[in-house]
């Protein structure tokens, strides 16, 4: 029965936290939302007090629940566990799993160098750990795409029957680097959970090892009665966490993850999910570390730059070609409204990828630049931060972004647009003006230029919101004549 | 009658056509019978005694098709649309060295050229608006024969001229030769009919008529924009209302070509509550019908052309053609009262011509105007937030923009450069219109509507 219902509830949520990757209509993050901001890691980085105490509480009392249930990545690693264990009972082979010792060095190694990641601000680092970055970054990276072409098939369905509830939305790819790292993330969790069900959970993740701290002296926990129980091993064959150990009668709290499976699985009614609370905590069996998995990290960092550029779209002979544009330099990146300064943006963002997922206007993508490698900048080849769109602060899970209105995003200064006369296409005798037309903060002025007589556009500083309108929409191709830089601190009262 | 009971009658009767072609009055006044004649409707030019049928078929909105990545004009559907038009006694034929790209007239010419040459007349024109020296326009005069694959040209007309008055047409027919030219070209006979399609205002028209008045030229016939709507509701300061330009032509007896009878398609779908009204009148008869109706209706018009972009309105063009109704007085009142109308939906008064193609920024000028044109016509609009289902209108018409026109054409990126302006016939602002298309859209978006 415990079984029954970690199970479902597993679904559940990984159903609710993947569609809300999914999902790029923003249909979903009203009910959704919070099933991102109950991560732990996010919810570390946002202060968030409620939500880590109340983590830590529901280990205390009932174990790693987070683990089985919570986290998507380990529900993933379950399912994919699941797929080769039903394989091989198949086979007549009843024995995916045996117990191993905990692999300490490796363990709490990586969890020391990640909260020093933390600490020093090493995110590339701490993203590529966390559990809900990866997932985040393999949804939105690999499953994403997948789902948005299935909705344009819907779309262009609908468009013929005349329908709009389905439409069309732009597929690409938004960072080949972060496109890897997501790929090989996907490929090592899945041969790990593979072969050896938690490994990935129990030895790396360090959200893992900071909730054993706590799981160890959980209320409830699965206790064996030694006496009935009758060393036949079966809990200790199935066993993904690989925890058990039948030998000694003891089970490793630390890396127990709740799934509540040998419960069902003992016939004798040894294994027992009861109040244990304040019982000696179980001795580590002495055992060597040897490094029997090496985890392959960082060597996706060193994929060259995001070259991928989309190929000139061939058009209809009765419309002038449109050059792509390119990305201009920008000295300071430029992180969306709602972050408070960049250094505080990316001391927090988690690169879990949701705001990129979401981001309706093609403009946040991962970052290319290692300092904040596979964290969100935004860039305005595609969309612009349009004025009534505040979807990724709403759901930013680590409170890297605020959560902020309409109103209050006007006050948000991410950048400033500077002008570059030597491509304006007024410089070439053409009336123009676009910037200063949609400019929404009216920050952009047209003056006549006295040698010339043509009227450029210039801008002031102190009303622009760096929002890219005029970038998105200046006619010169493919480096835009007006440009937004960012800014370290965008809002003013500091 | 059935559409379908029509189409068979009139596929078997195909022999009945030479009788048809020549047993019809010409000269159709308004005689009200119930059941109109069963033949195409032909009307003779005084001048030379051509039996033009009174609908022609205007090559400019044949249907397109991708090709080895090029678009490229439908060879087998127009050739299956001439061959029915011929059949059923359409043999007016109106091309242009312009149009679709460019390659109107070759297409023309492959079709027609698989007929007999005296089953229908060719008008073509001398379309030189960006190069008007006498090179250039030689050329393209020469040209035409190429691709039309004839000898000779049935009618043949300045292009577009009426904006910038007899200036402009000094500049461009005059100073260079070409109307010396074409006059002497008239003599030799390969020109058997000269003329000019018309656009602007009602004093640059009498400019131009004014030297058929003083004997310097002589307008065999001339082409002008006629409709209900355009009848009394011209749009904008500079172009004419057809009932003057009609009323002046017809002093003169100058026989009279129509174009955008339709304005390219609007006048077929006209917004609910006047469909509605038509229907109640003619529950049988399609919305297009009445617009073509009031176009034959007067005398003293040669031939109406449509832009047939498809087998469906040619049949529904014939079959209203070959039961000729002429519309009655009251008739002709009811739709005068329907323009009133028409004239109070925020429309833009593009008719798709495509001559401010291609914009050099991308823009899809025609395509964001029909767009917005259908969705104001369709009820796809919304007036006011306070609207009951102003969120569905919303994503309609935001999604329907999307599918409608690529994000990088749309009107937010036209930079009222200006280039388009002289070459709009309806003298559009279009960087105007554009504009204030998109502040609908920016409301829309912003939910500030």
Same mark, same amino acid.
């Given at each position: 029965m415990l079984k029954k219902i970690r199970v479902a509830l597993a679904i559940l949520f990984w159903l609710g936290i993947t569609l809300l990757f999914l999902d790029f209509t923003g249909a979903l993050h009203g009910w959704l939302g919070w099933m991102a901001k109950v991560q732990f890691l996010p919810a570390v980085l946002a202060l968030n007090v409620a939500v880590i105490i109340g983590l830590v509480l529901l280990t205390l009392v009932f174990g790693r629940i987070y683990c089985?249930?919570?986290?998507?990545?380990?529900?993933?690693?379950? *399912?994919?566990?699941?797929?080769?264990?039903?394989?091989?009972?198949?086979?007549?082979?009843?024995?995916? =799993?045996?117990?191993?010792?905990?692999?300490?060095w490796l363990r709490y190694g990586v969890w020391v160098l990640f909260v020093i990641a933390i600490i020093v601000g090493v995110q590339a680092l701490v993203a590529l750990l966390a559990p809900y970055s990866a997932w985040g970054r393999i949804v939105q990276n690999l499953f994403q795409p997948v789902y948005l072409w299935v909705n344009n098939l819907f779309a262009s369905i609908a468009e013929r029957a005349n329908s709009y509830a389905f439409y069309d939305k732009e597929v690409w790819l938004r960072s080949l680097p972060t496109f890897f790292v997501a790929l090989v993330t996907l490929v090592v969790v899945v041969i790990l959970a593979w072969k050896n069900g938690r490994t990935y959970c129990n030895t790396i993740c360090p959200v893992g090892t900071t909730l054993s701290f706590f799981s160890r002296f959980a209320m409830f926990r699965p206790v064996i009665d030694a006496e009935k129980c009758k060393n036949c091993k079966v809990c200790e064959h199935n066993c993904k966490a690989a925890c058990i150990d039948i030998d000694r009668h003891k089970i490793d709290y630390s890396r127990c993850v709740d799934c509540f499976n040998c419960l069902e699985d003992c016939k004798f009614g040894a294994l027992k999910y009861k109040f244990a609370w304040g019982r000696k905590e179980v001795t580590e069996p002495a055992g060597n570390d040897g490094g029997r998995r090496a985890f392959i990290t960082g060597a996706a960092l060193a994929v060259g730059t995001a070259a991928l550029k989309a190929q000139e779209k061939k058009v209809d002979g009765g419309f002038a070609t449109i050059l792509d544009k390119e990305v201009p330099e920008r000295d300071i990146p430029l992180t969306p409204p709602g972050s408070r300064s960049v250094k505080d943006f990316y001391r927090r963002c988690t690169a879990c990828q949701l705001c990129v997922a979401e981001c309706p206007n093609n403009v946040l993508r991962p970052?290319?630049?290692?300092?904040?490698?596979?964290?969100?900048?935004?860039? =305005?080849?595609?969309? =612009?931060?349009?004025?009534?769109?505040?979807?990724?602060?709403?759901?930013?899970?680590? *409170?890297?972004?605020?959560?902020?209105?309409?109103e209050e995003k006007t006050q948000y200064h991410v950048g400033t647009a500077h002008v570059n006369p030597d491509l304006c296409v007024v410089e070439k005798g053409v009336e123009c003006g676009n910037c200063a037309r949609h400019c929404p903060a009216g920050a952009i002025m047209l003056v006549k230029d006295e040698e010339t007589g043509y009227r450029r556009p210039v801008v002031n500083e102190e009303r622009c919101i760096g929002c890219g309108a005029c970038e998105n929409l200046c006619p010169a191709r493919p480096i835009s004549a007006i440009t937004v830089n960012g800014r370290h601190n965008h809002l003013n009262e500091d | 009658m059935e559409r379908r009971d029509f189409i068979k009658i009139t596929g078997a009767g195909a022999l009945t056509l030479g009788a048809a072609a020549v047993g019809c009055a010409p000269k159709k006044t308004a005689s009200a019978t119930d059941e109109g004649p069963e033949q195409m409707v032909y009307r003779e030019n005084p001048r030379n005694g051509d039996k033009v049928s009174l609908i022609g078929f205007g090559c400019m909105r044949w249907p397109m098709i991708e090709k080895d990545g090029q678009r490229v004009i439908d060879q087998d559907a127009v050739n299956e649309m001439v061959d029915y038009a011929i059949e059923h006694g359409i043999n007016y034929f109106d091309t242009s060295p312009a149009y679709l790209m460019g390659q109107s007239e070759k297409a023309a010419g492959i079709a027609l050229s698989r007929h007999p040459r005296d089953k229908y007349f060719i008008a073509t024109k001398l379309s030189n608006f960006n190069n008007a020296t006498p090179e250039a326009s030689i050329r393209m005069y020469k040209d035409s024969f190429e691709q039309l694959k004839t000898d000779y040209f049935d009618y043949y007309l300045l292009h577009a001229i009426g904006s910038g008055g007899v200036a402009a047409f000094e500049q461009r027919y005059v100073q260079n030769g070409m109307m010396e030219f074409l006059v002497k070209e008239k003599e030799a006979g390969r020109i058997r009919n000269?003329?000019?399609?018309?656009?602007?205002?009602?004093? $640059?028209?009498?400019?131009?008529?004014?030297? /058929?008045? &003083?004997?310097?030229? /002589?307008?065999?016939?001339?082409?002008?924009?006629? +409709?209900?709507?355009?009848?009394?509701?011209?749009?904008?300061?500079?172009?004419?209302?057809?009932?003057?330009?009609?009323?002046?032509?017809?002093?003169?007896?100058?026989?009279?070509? #129509?174009?955008?009878?339709?304005?390219?398609?609007?006048?077929? +779908?006209?917004? @609910?509550?006047?469909?509605?009204?038509?229907?109640?009148?003619?529950?049988?008869? &399609?919305?297009?019908?009445?617009?073509?109706?009031?176009?034959?209706?007067?005398?003293?018009?040669?031939?109406?052309?449509?832009?047939?972009? +498809?087998?469906?309105?040619?049949?529904?063009?014939?079959?209203?053609?070959?039961?000729?109704?002429?519309?009655? $007085?009251?008739?002709?009142?009811?739709?005068?009262?329907?323009?009133?109308?028409?004239?109070?939906?925020?429309?833009?008064?593009?008719? @798709?011509? %495509?001559?401010?193609?291609?914009?050099?920024?991308?823009?899809? #000028?025609?395509?964001?105007?029909?767009?917005?044109?259908? &969705?104001?016509? $369709?009820?796809?609009?919304?007036?006011?937030?306070?609207?009951?289902?102003?969120?569905?209108?919303?994503?309609?018409?935001?999604?329907?923009?999307?599918?409608?026109?690529?994000?990088?054409?749309?009107?937010?990126?036209?930079?009222?450069?200006? $280039?388009?302006?002289?070459?709009?016939?309806? &003298?559009?602002? #279009?960087?105007?219109?554009?504009?204030?298309?998109?502040?609908?859209?920016? %409301?829309?978006?912003? @939910?500030?509507?």
């Open positions: 089985s249930v919570i986290c998507p990545l380990g529900v993933f690693q379950d *399912g994919v566990a699941h797929l080769n264990v039903a394989r091989k009972r198949k086979k007549k082979d009843r024995k995916p =799993y045996s117990f191993s010792p905990e692999m300490k970052s290319t630049d290692l300092k904040h490698f596979m964290q969100p900048e935004m860039s =305005y080849e595609r969309g =612009y931060c349009r004025p009534e769109c505040t979807r990724c602060s709403e759901l930013c899970p680590a *409170g890297a972004i605020v959560k902020i209105t309409k | 000269l003329g000019f399609s018309f656009h602007g205002a009602p004093g $640059e028209f009498d400019e131009l008529i004014g030297l /058929h008045d &003083s004997g310097r030229y /002589h307008w065999d016939f001339v082409q002008i924009e006629m +409709n209900f709507v355009d009848w009394n509701h011209a749009d904008g300061r500079r172009n004419a209302n057809a009932s003057y330009l009609y009323e002046e032509l017809d002093k003169r007896g100058i026989p009279i070509v #129509i174009m955008e009878p339709l304005l390219g398609g609007r006048l077929a +779908n006209v917004p @609910d509550a006047i469909a509605r009204q038509m229907k109640e009148r003619e529950p049988d008869k &399609s919305v297009a019908s009445w617009a073509f109706r009031f176009c034959g209706t007067y005398p003293r018009v040669l031939c109406t052309l449509s832009g047939m972009t +498809n087998m469906d309105p040619l049949l529904d063009n014939v079959n209203t053609f070959t039961h000729f109704k002429p519309l009655t $007085e009251e008739e002709l009142e009811f739709l005068e009262r329907m323009a009133t109308q028409m004239m109070e939906y925020p429309i833009v008064n593009c008719t @798709d011509c %495509k001559y401010c193609m291609p914009c050099p920024w991308g823009i899809d #000028i025609p395509g964001i105007f029909k767009h917005y044109n259908t &969705s104001v016509t $369709e009820g796809r609009y919304a007036q006011t937030q306070e609207q009951k289902d102003y969120q569905k209108l919303k994503k309609a018409y935001l999604v329907s923009y999307d599918r409608a026109i690529p994000t990088l054409r749309q009107a937010d990126h036209c930079i009222h450069c200006g $280039e388009c302006l002289s070459h709009c016939p309806q &003298s559009i602002d #279009i960087p105007r219109q554009l504009q204030r298309i998109n502040l609908y859209v920016e %409301k829309l978006k912003q @939910d500030t509507l």
